[in-house]
């Protein structure tokens, strides 16, 4: 897996380019949960569930419907909200689904475990893609503060966190072009 904070750079990220207004910012913060909230499955290690299960790491909390039933779920916990300081249902919706949909995207981009069952329930074939340049985090808070750990952080800082700056440069700069032709 990515560590949790690849996934939640990548979330935030992606809060800060569907709702760019800065009053919004309690939602990139829900984005960057909802990115790492997958490896909620992790638990199983210790309560001995197999790994290829279907409720085993990467298994049904990596998958497109978990991300659908997240997105929902955030959706209709944002009416408790005031309507002026909600974005709009579809946006949020988008939002939290990419967000949490990234989390399984970035996994299958890494260099272990058995891959990413984007299509569970029903399919339980798991699935990584050709470039998998992302090294595989170890699991546990001991063995990431390690040399091995380290360099995790540093290939995560290459494929996640400059990818997420560049985008984030870029939309800096066409809201700049936006005000100045307006």
Do not use: N
């Not at 085993?56 to 419907?65: C, F, I, Q, V």
């Not at 689904?97 to 981009?109: E, K, N, Q, R």
């Not at 091995?148 to 809201?175: D, I, K």
């Amino acid at each position: 897996m990515a560590s949790a904070f690849a996934h939640a750079a990548l979330g935030a990220t992606l809060g800060k380019l569907i709702l760019p207004e800065r009053r919004h910012w309690p939602y990139w913060v829900a984005a960057a949960a909802c990115a790492a909230l997958p490896d909620v499955d992790a638990l199983g290690y210790k309560l001995g569930v197999p790994y290829e299960s279907l409720w085993g790491h990467r298994g049904l909390t990596h998958s497109l419907l978990a991300a659908a039933l997240v997105a929902a779920v955030g959706v209709l916990w944002s009416r408790l909200a005031r309507a002026g300081q909600r974005p709009a249902a579809a946006r949020l919706g988008l939002l939290l689904f990419l967000a949490t949909a990234s989390h399984g995207v970035l996994d299958a981009m890494t260099t272990g475990g058995l891959g990413v069952a984007f299509f569970s329930p029903w399919d339980l074939e798991r699935y990584f893609f050709g470039l998998r340049p992302i090294k595989v985090s170890p699991i546990g808070i001991k063995a990431f503060f390690s040399g091995r750990g380290l360099r995790v952080l540093a290939s995560e800082a290459v494929w996640v966190g400059l990818p997420c700056l560049v985008l984030l440069g870029l939309q800096r700069q066409l809201a700049k072009v936006q005000r100045k032709r307006f």
